[in-house]
């Protein structure tokens, strides 16, 4: 299985010296690409002006956002089904980038907001349900920095991920729920005329461009995660060394 | 209920209500949440009466999590969780045996004291009756979902404070549909049954996922 040979650290961080020049590159041009059709070539909005550029980083942050929790549940799957070695790296170095997404997709909706609605924030029922997304990845970071075995805390966090991807459509449709209950159709809906080919393309240019940037970020992280507990062993192994009497004692000494 | 079960959930309920046991702490925190409400928005009735469940609901929500973090480390600390552990029986059934008789310590003093605590947000005998049923149907999912986040920090020192991020998110749901099928007993907008059975659901689920995940927890940070 192809999965399997880079259950190696070694092989796999070969495998990245060679795919991540060209990964770069292609998300290099496909920003490039993507930027100048927003900003050149898609045509303003009659009603939201200039403001509707806003959507080609908005858009694809949220999709992005939902994506990396998707490989943050697969992954776990792998640290808990078949302890694949690399699954918690995976999932330990999505999570911040995972963050990260969406984190800009709740900036840009507010600044896509106050001109559009009048007001940074509302609680719509799909900006609530971002907003604990966002808290989940945090919890889930702050999971894994109060464990100090990564065996330990990946296994934690995998748990809770998976927890969280059960629970994730529960939160959606009740807060669709308590939406409809408390302010029924307040917020101006997108579904106006469908989207127009010029508006479609460079939407899809700057998604396909941020899918390419989550996973050569994802890969640089996965590398640096998996150069730091190497040097979190050479050090264990030095502080051993430098105290033989107590070290064979405790199988895991805190740094 | 087998022996051993019965034995177990005796023994957890005997040692909460014991000295060093925290169960009646969390009414005298639920009931300090809901006295300092007022001060905050204002001693107005109207108003009270009007926000009275999602006070009685965040209360009872914020007691429940407070009292979570020691539902497990009690146990660790004296050695009793890795007697559990090795004890052969399923481990799922255990942590609900030990869920039950937390809720039984913690969440039903909540929930008896909840018509107490409505006289004072001024509520209208229904709206008491509705808030009161929504929690006796609803505490119990808090409590069982709140073993997740127990048994992923067990091994923490100060792990209450994480527990509490780690669990209020996947707590929503039941917040939400505790809340308004309380206030749809009151001034209905939409029956009451509706979100009062996606309620009970969500206490089902609970009782299958929060055994399951905090079990998977439990033997993960016992090795």
Redesign the interface.
């Given at each position: 299985m192809a999965i399997w040979d880079y259950a190696n650290p070694t092989r796999f961080l070969r495998l990245v010296q060679v795919v991540l020049p060209w990964l770069i590159g292609l998300c290099v041009i496909a920003f490039a690409a993507g930027l100048y059709m927003s900003f050149f070539v898609a045509p303003e909005d009659y009603q939201q002006g200039d403001t509707v550029r806003i959507m080609y980083i908005h858009v694809p942050a949220a999709w992005l956002s939902m994506m990396c929790y998707s490989v943050m549940a697969l992954s776990s799957l792998g640290t808990l089904v078949w302890k694949h070695p690399l699954a918690d790296v995976s999932a330990k170095s999505a999570a911040p980038i995972g963050a990260a997404f969406t984190f800009m997709a709740l900036v840009t909706g507010s600044l896509w907001g106050k001109p559009m609605w009048g007001t940074y924030w509302v609680w719509d029922a799909r900006l609530t349900s971002v907003l604990v997304l966002f808290i989940m990845y945090l919890g889930l970071m702050t999971l894994w920095r109060t464990m100090e075995d990564p065996i330990k805390a990946g296994k934690a966090a995998a748990i809770l991920t998976l927890v969280g991807a059960l629970n994730l459509p529960i939160i959606k449709f009740s807060v669709d729920w308590w939406n409809t209950l408390h302010q029924p159709a307040s917020v101006m809906r997108m579904d106006g005329p469908t989207i127009h080919p010029d508006i479609l393309w460079p939407l899809l240019v700057m998604a396909i461009a941020f899918t390419l940037l989550f996973f050569v970020l994802h890969l640089m992280a996965m590398r640096n995660e998996i150069l730091r507990r190497r040097v979190r062993a050479l050090r264990l192994r030095a502080a051993s060394a430098a105290q033989p009497g107590t070290a064979a004692a405790t199988a895991q000494p805190a740094e | 209920m087998s022996s051993w079960a019965a034995v177990l959930f005796r023994r957890d309920l005997r040692l909460s209500v014991r000295v060093g046991g925290s169960a009646l702490v969390g009414v005298l925190f639920f009931l300090a949440v809901v006295t300092v409400i007022p001060f905050g928005v204002g001693p107005d009735l109207n108003l009270l009466s009007r926000i009275g469940p999602a006070i009685l609901w965040i209360g009872a929500l914020l007691a429940t999590l407070l009292g979570l973090d020691r539902l497990f480390q009690a146990d660790r600390e004296d050695g009793t969780l890795d007697l559990m552990l090795m004890a052969g029986r399923p481990l799922e059934l255990l942590v609900l045996i030990k869920c039950l008789a937390h809720w039984v310590a913690t969440g039903l003093p909540l929930v008896i004291a909840a018509p107490l605590l409505g006289i004072f947000l001024n509520l209208d005998p229904v709206a008491t009756g509705a808030v009161t049923l929504t929690l006796l149907v609803g505490t119990p999912a808090l409590t069982l979902i709140g073993a997740?986040g127990a048994a992923?920090?067990v091994?923490?020192r100060r792990?209450g404070l994480?527990l509490a991020?780690?669990v209020?998110?996947?707590a929503?749901?039941v917040l939400?549909?505790g809340v308004?099928a309380a206030?749809a007993a009151i001034h209905d907008?939409?029956p009451f049954l509706t979100?009062f059975l996606?309620l009970c659901a969500?206490s089902l689920?609970a009782a299958v996922?929060g055994p399951l995940?905090a079990a998977?927890?439990l033997r993960?940070?016992g090795d």
């Amino acid at each position: 299985m192809a999965i399997w040979d880079y259950a190696n650290p070694t092989r796999f961080l070969r495998l990245v010296q060679v795919v991540l020049p060209w990964l770069i590159g292609l998300c290099v041009i496909a920003f490039a690409a993507g930027l100048y059709m927003s900003f050149f070539v898609a045509p303003e909005d009659y009603q939201q002006g200039d403001t509707v550029r806003i959507m080609y980083i908005h858009v694809p942050a949220a999709w992005l956002s939902m994506m990396c929790y998707s490989v943050m549940a697969l992954s776990s799957l792998g640290t808990l089904v078949w302890k694949h070695p690399l699954a918690d790296v995976s999932a330990k170095s999505a999570a911040p980038i995972g963050a990260a997404f969406t984190f800009m997709a709740l900036v840009t909706g507010s600044l896509w907001g106050k001109p559009m609605w009048g007001t940074y924030w509302v609680w719509d029922a799909r900006l609530t349900s971002v907003l604990v997304l966002f808290i989940m990845y945090l919890g889930l970071m702050t999971l894994w920095r109060t464990m100090e075995d990564p065996i330990k805390a990946g296994k934690a966090a995998a748990i809770l991920t998976l927890v969280g991807a059960l629970n994730l459509p529960i939160i959606k449709f009740s807060v669709d729920w308590w939406n409809t209950l408390h302010q029924p159709a307040s917020v101006m809906r997108m579904d106006g005329p469908t989207i127009h080919p010029d508006i479609l393309w460079p939407l899809l240019v700057m998604a396909i461009a941020f899918t390419l940037l989550f996973f050569v970020l994802h890969l640089m992280a996965m590398r640096n995660e998996i150069l730091r507990r190497r040097v979190r062993a050479l050090r264990l192994r030095a502080a051993s060394a430098a105290q033989p009497g107590t070290a064979a004692a405790t199988a895991q000494p805190a740094e | 209920m087998s022996s051993w079960a019965a034995v177990l959930f005796r023994r957890d309920l005997r040692l909460s209500v014991r000295v060093g046991g925290s169960a009646l702490v969390g009414v005298l925190f639920f009931l300090a949440v809901v006295t300092v409400i007022p001060f905050g928005v204002g001693p107005d009735l109207n108003l009270l009466s009007r926000i009275g469940p999602a006070i009685l609901w965040i209360g009872a929500l914020l007691a429940t999590l407070l009292g979570l973090d020691r539902l497990f480390q009690a146990d660790r600390e004296d050695g009793t969780l890795d007697l559990m552990l090795m004890a052969g029986r399923p481990l799922e059934l255990l942590v609900l045996i030990k869920c039950l008789a937390h809720w039984v310590a913690t969440g039903l003093p909540l929930v008896i004291a909840a018509p107490l605590l409505g006289i004072f947000l001024n509520l209208d005998p229904v709206a008491t009756g509705a808030v009161t049923l929504t929690l006796l149907v609803g505490t119990p999912a808090l409590t069982l979902i709140g073993a997740i986040g127990a048994a992923l920090t067990v091994s923490l020192r100060r792990g209450g404070l994480l527990l509490a991020v780690l669990v209020i998110p996947l707590a929503i749901p039941v917040l939400i549909f505790g809340v308004s099928a309380a206030d749809a007993a009151i001034h209905d907008p939409v029956p009451f049954l509706t979100p009062f059975l996606i309620l009970c659901a969500l206490s089902l689920i609970a009782a299958v996922i929060g055994p399951l995940a905090a079990a998977a927890a439990l033997r993960f940070a016992g090795d």
